[in-house]
């Protein structure tokens, strides 16, 4: 069965950090590629990052670049977004999710076969 479970969310201040976690069963990650989803409450779902086979397919959407950072570990069946210096509007639901092959950029969700259920991110004081 395959399925992908994100961990890693919680409440943090403005300025903190965050690791989430992708870990899937039933396929490997390694011939994949992952991306990153967010959808805040009233708002359309939208890309935040992706990895594809190794460090030279990275996207990173604008609301993303300098603070996050994708990676991915092949042994541990595992992708991970860390997350720095937070704002407010990164308060979101995140999603992970899988397509097979290799892209250097994937940000729209519709490019994707396969979703994990979640994670809540809310950065607040």
């Known amino acids: 069965q395959v399925q992908l479970v994100e961990s890693g969310g919680g409440l943090v201040q403005p300025g903190g950090s965050l690791r989430l976690s992708c870990a899937a069963s039933?396929?490997?990650?390694?011939?994949?590629?992952i991306g990153w989803f967010r959808q805040a409450p009233g708002r359309q779902r939208e890309g935040v990052s992706s990895?594809?086979?190794?460090?030279?397919?990275?996207y990173y959407a604008d609301l993303a670049k300098g603070r996050f950072t994708i990676s991915k570990n092949n042994a541990k069946n595992t992708v991970y977004l860390q997350m720095n210096s937070l704002k407010p509007e990164d308060t979101a639901v995140y999603y992970c999710?899988?397509?097979?092959?290799?892209?250097?950029?994937?940000?729209?969700?519709?490019?994707?076969?396969?979703w994990g259920q979640g994670t809540q991110v809310t950065v607040s004081s």
């Open positions: 999710a899988a397509t097979w092959g290799d892209y250097v950029s994937l940000p729209h969700d519709y490019q994707y076969d396969y």
């Open positions: 039933g396929f490997t990650l390694e011939d994949h590629t």
């Open positions: 990895i594809g086979f190794s460090d030279a397919s990275i």
